[in-house]
């Protein structure tokens, strides 16, 4: 290549840059995932959202037997003979709305209690004290153990006859008689709210607590030289500069809570009380075999998800811009 | 600094707190698991009894070794292969600009918080199709779907805070994108990746909605699936001393794990989260 | 017959111009260095010759043969980077190997190359240590040492002083400069904004502002003959006196420039300039002397020897005619 030629300027324009050949790379890196993802989110996606516009049950979805029924599952107008007008469909279905009121109570309930002890935890574990590592260890085990596993262990903790915090309750005389926690409609959502915020609380402390170390030390002591009252700090200091961290954990954790299914369908017995969407939907799907209507109920679910997930990309001002490597 | 003894006792008893709550309820699932007979339905915060025959029982099951090999099983096998595919898309994602990086990086954080219930149907037709229904291979499959854009959201933030001059050394000796991410990136990764695998680990073995719904037969279940539906011989004896025996062997390993890990994981949440 | 040449050579970033037209020849064997303040664009050239940053209209041509489009391992170029970039998980020896080993060279032949550069770089003993193991100029011998084992037509810099101490920066500039004479071939290109490491290592020297030339030039020409104020004021320290106003009015220019080394303290006041003693530097061999003469900024005098001036002080200063510049309205030099 050195310098054989000592007239003519040769061209390699036929060659690719650098930047080309890394584009068509990553193109290349990209294509097995992108496979993957098509094939085990995309179409199945794409299958559930089509079964919703069909009558498919489980005998009819494998045979190809099942018709088009356009919105019927959503909302459909009937005439009857009389020329009465009824209409059906999961729009107008009172367990569909009782779920959505459960879903939405219990996400707005659970995130609010988790963003509120986290931030407590978080600001306790910010400090310096000795054992503060045991302390972050401990808070990590509710995180670590597995949802049913922790369904199980809290439906033993609130057994009505037998269990320890009904016994606590009655021998401090918080209670007279022994309450059925997990089973009576009036304590089950309780009950899944107590477990629930346990579990992730942890999660939520975390990520604030991140939030919280990356404030800059020097602005707590320029105010403490400035006599600031600290409770005036956390306020005018701390949480304005927390904010981001904090919204993204309650967004992170609101889309968690939407879809909630296993602590509802193991802790309780899963009656108006309790039942959520996702739990409502796969019951049709796979109790009453209704693929139709239990898909447009999971259908409408992932379009409210989907518009939080738009709002945590707008709130969250995410890095993803093509600009930054 | 200057905090009042009133103030440290106050502190003091909020960190007890925290602490007792967050530890209590397995502490007294693991007394419960010693405990038999009628012990078993008094309730008592010290430790009065102990003996191992409930872990007998849960081990004389067969059932139940079953499920544990089949979680260590799926929950392995669907993280090896998030981490495979996960690891040459993050670099494309993190080190290279091209068109449309964003858009995909948005699509892929969206489908990690997908509700699962959402493609279940489509999902159970799929599973039909391939048959392998009633197959570990069936929660494999299921389980990718959040296992993987987790670990390419994950690794896209580990990726992109390694140094742009070492890559740039390595075009320089004549490294392609493949020689960099297998020779270089990958040996400076390898912290990134554990604790990546790690937290998709937990995720796939905690699972319960796709397990529930795609085996059918006792000796293809996965243990979060085991344990809900350990029953006793009649419908309204539950048999609490062995379920908790089965929570305690199957929870103990997840928390040694996050214990030791536990920088790492606390790393890897925050990575996934905050610096989203 | 050059050996390294740029046409036209121009680069953008979206809409902003980072190189705004270069044409520089850089022959077979010379130092060249690239000097010139942050933000200059002196980096995305060489990193343009290098091939990691595309050329967007222009020719780079290495030996007759137009390399725009070439990748960096095919141009025979090495480089050496400001934080050495070593590969942290190899040894000195694997480091120094890979581009070697990934090019398909025999074993023998990469354990031949490895080695020879390691005894130039008398870093032989080191070669079973990992980077961690090893101190900020060790780390840096290392990586020239990688760049040597690739054999290149051209050796590019990017400031690879700049993470190291002041005397740890000394040393390995002497060291960089021993290298060049050794291997008497090597063309290299070594950008730095320091302007002592430019002058002390550089055959030719390239000023570059605003992603233009300034002034290409031996470090005496452009000591002596800079082309701007510019590139007076920017090479040489102390930096040059610039005087305006009725000062320059005298020379018939809109500026004068003029070095610390061509100021005399003289006793009598005709054709001199008056001013006060405000500051004293004593370098030990020689001295500078601060003096407000009215303008915004005092003028700096190199005196040798020992400081004997008193703050405060009346004197007054001749400047040696024949040592001063004339720069016109556009800061460019009168003829």
């Given at each position: 290549m050195r310098g054989n030629n000592n007239h003519a300027i040769k061209h390699n324009s036929a060659e690719l840059n650098l930047q080309q050949q890394r584009v068509i790379a990553a193109y290349k890196l990209l294509v097995p995932m992108l496979i993957m993802l098509v094939f085990v989110a995309a179409w199945p996606l794409f299958r559930s959202i089509s079964f919703s516009f069909t009558d498919a049950t489980s005998n009819t979805i494998f045979n190809g037997q099942s018709n088009w029924v356009g919105f019927d599952n959503y909302l459909e107008r009937r005439v009857r003979s009389n020329g009465e007008v009824s209409w059906r469909g999961v729009l107008v279905d009172s367990d569909w709305w009782n779920a959505v009121w459960n879903t939405i109570r219990f996400s707005v309930v659970s995130v609010s209690l988790e963003a509120f002890f986290g931030l407590l935890i978080a600001l306790v574990l910010n400090m310096q004290f000795r054992g503060r590592g045991f302390v972050r260890a401990a808070i990590l085990i509710p995180w670590a153990i597995p949802t049913v596993v922790s369904a199980r262990m809290w439906g033993w903790m609130l057994n009505d006859?037998?269990?320890?915090?009904?016994?606590?309750?009655?021998?401090?005389?918080?209670?007279?008689?022994?309450?059925?926690?997990?089973?009576?409609s009036d304590t089950a959502m309780l009950a899944v709210l107590i477990v629930d915020v346990w579990k992730t609380t942890p999660f939520m402390a975390l990520l604030i607590l991140a939030g919280l170390q990356m404030i800059p030390r020097d602005m707590y002591e320029a105010a403490k030289i400035d006599g600031v009252h600290p409770i005036r700090v956390f306020f005018r200091i701390t949480l304005p500069l927390l904010k981001p961290a904090i919204m993204i954990a309650i967004i992170f954790r609101g889309l968690d809570a939407l879809r909630i299914?296993?602590?509802?369908?193991?802790?309780?017995?899963?009656?108006?009380?309790?039942?959520?969407m996702s739990v409502l939907s796969y019951r049709e799907i796979q109790q009453f075999g209704d693929y139709g209507e239990g898909s447009a109920m999971s259908t409408l679910l992932f379009l409210i998800i989907t518009a939080f997930v738009l709002l945590y990309i707008k709130l969250g001002k995410l890095d993803l811009a093509e600009g930054k490597s | 600094m200057g905090r009042s003894i009133l103030q440290n006792m106050v502190f003091y008893f909020v960190v007890a707190l925290i602490v007792i709550i967050s530890v209590f309820p397995f502490y007294y699932a693991l007394i419960t698991s010693f405990e038999t007979g009628t012990a078993i339905f008094k309730p008592n915060v010290l430790p009065e009894v102990f003996s191992l025959s409930n872990y007998e029982t849960v081990f004389t099951q067969r059932s139940f070794l079953r499920s544990v090999v089949n979680s260590v099983f799926i929950a392995s096998v669907t993280v090896l292969c998030a981490l495979l595919l996960a690891v040459t898309a993050s670099f494309a994602l993190a080190r290279v600009q091209f068109r449309g990086r964003g858009l995909l990086l948005i699509t892929i954080l969206g489908v990690s918080m997908?509700?699962?219930?959402?493609?279940?149907?489509?999902?159970?037709?799929?599973?039909?199709?391939?048959?392998?229904?009633?197959?570990?291979?069936?929660?494999?499959?299921?389980?990718?779907?959040?296992?993987?854009?987790?670990?390419?959201?994950?690794?896209?933030?580990?990726m992109r805070d390694l140094p742009i001059e070492i890559e740039e050394a390595a075009i320089v000796d004549g490294a392609t994108p493949w020689v960099i991410i297998t020779r270089i990136f990958l040996p400076l990764l390898w912290p990134a990746l554990v604790t990546t695998g790690l937290l998709a680990f937990i995720g796939a073995w905690n699972e319960f909605l796709f397990a529930l719904t795609f085996?059918?037969?006792?000796?293809?279940?996965?243990?979060?699936?085991?344990?809900?539906?350990?029953?006793?011989?009649?419908?309204?004896?539950?048999?609490?001393?062995?379920?908790?025996?089965?929570?305690?062997?199957?929870?103990?390993?997840?928390?040694?794990?996050v214990l030791i890990f536990q920088r790492k994981i606390v790393a890897g949440l925050t990575a996934g989260g905050v610096k989203g | 017959m050059a050996n390294t040449e740029l046409k036209a050579v121009r680069k953008s970033f979206g809409q902003f111009e980072a190189i705004k037209g270069v044409d520089l020849e850089i022959k077979k064997g010379?130092?060249?260095?690239?000097?010139?303040?942050?933000?200059?664009?002196?980096?995305?050239?060489?990193?343009?010759?290098?091939?990691?940053?595309?050329?967007?209209?222009?020719?780079?041509?290495?030996?007759?043969?137009?390399?725009?489009?070439?990748?960096?391992?095919?141009?025979?170029?090495?480089?050496?980077?400001?934080?050495?970039?070593?590969?942290?998980?190899?040894?000195?020896?694997?480091?120094?190997?890979?581009?070697?080993?990934?090019?398909?060279?025999?074993?023998?032949?990469?354990?031949?190359?490895?080695?020879?550069?390691?005894?130039?770089?008398?870093?032989?003993?080191?070669?079973d240590r990992l980077p961690k193991q090893m101190s900020g100029g060790q780390r840096q011998r290392v990586a020239i040492g990688r760049a040597i084992v690739r054999d290149p037509r051209v050796f590019l810099f990017d400031e690879p002083l700049s993470n190291l101490d002041a005397a740890l920066r000394v040393a390995t500039r002497l060291e960089i400069a021993k290298l060049h004479h050794d291997m008497n071939d090597a063309t290299m290109v070594y950008v730095t904004h320091d302007q002592v490491e430019a002058m002390t290592l550089a055959d030719r020297i390239c000023v570059l502002r605003d992603g233009k030339v300034e002034q290409v030039g031996t470090p005496s020409e452009l000591y002596e003959q800079p082309n701007s104020i510019f590139v007076a004021g920017f090479i040489g320290s102390p930096k040059m006196n610039f005087l305006t106003g009725e000062f320059a009015a005298k020379f018939d220019c809109k500026t004068i420039g003029i070095r610390a080394e061509h100021l005399d303290i003289v006793a009598e006041a005709d054709n001199a300039w008056h001013g006060r003693i405000i500051h004293t530097?004593?370098?030990?061999?020689?001295?500078?002397?601060?003096?407000?003469?009215?303008?915004?900024?005092?003028?700096?005098?190199?005196?040798?020897?020992?400081?004997?001036?008193?703050?405060?002080?009346k004197i007054n200063i001749r400047p040696n005619v024949e040592n001063i510049h004339r720069f016109g309205r556009d800061d460019k030099k009168l003829a």
């Open positions: 006859q037998f269990g320890i915090i009904n016994h606590i309750m009655m021998s401090i005389g918080l209670i007279s008689e022994p309450i059925a926690w997990t089973a009576s299914f296993d602590l509802i369908y193991l802790l309780t017995p899963q009656s108006d009380a309790t039942v959520t | 997908f509700p699962q219930i959402a493609v279940l149907s489509g999902l159970f037709e799929l599973v039909n199709a391939l048959g392998i229904y009633n197959k570990p291979w069936a929660l494999v499959l299921s389980y990718t779907i959040f296992t993987l854009p987790f670990t390419v959201w994950v690794l896209t933030t580990f085996t059918i037969s006792e000796t293809e279940r996965t243990v979060p699936v085991a344990i809900a539906l350990l029953s006793g011989a009649s419908v309204n004896e539950i048999p609490w001393g062995p379920i908790m025996a089965a929570s305690v062997i199957v929870t103990v390993p997840l928390i040694l794990l | 010379e130092f060249m260095v690239f000097v010139g303040p942050s933000g200059c664009g002196k980096s995305t050239l060489l990193r343009m010759i290098a091939g990691l940053e595309e050329i967007t209209s222009g020719d780079l041509i290495f030996d007759d043969e137009r390399v725009n489009n070439l990748v960096p391992s095919k141009r025979g170029i090495a480089m050496v980077f400001q934080s050495y970039a070593l590969y942290p998980h190899m040894t000195v020896y694997e480091n120094m190997a890979f581009g070697m080993q990934l090019a398909k060279a025999s074993k023998q032949d990469q354990d031949k190359r490895v080695r020879e550069a390691a005894t130039l770089l008398q870093i032989d003993h080191l070669l530097e004593d370098l030990g061999a020689d001295h500078f002397l601060f003096v407000d003469i009215g303008l915004e900024e005092p003028i700096v005098i190199r005196q040798s020897g020992k400081n004997s001036a008193v703050l405060g002080r």
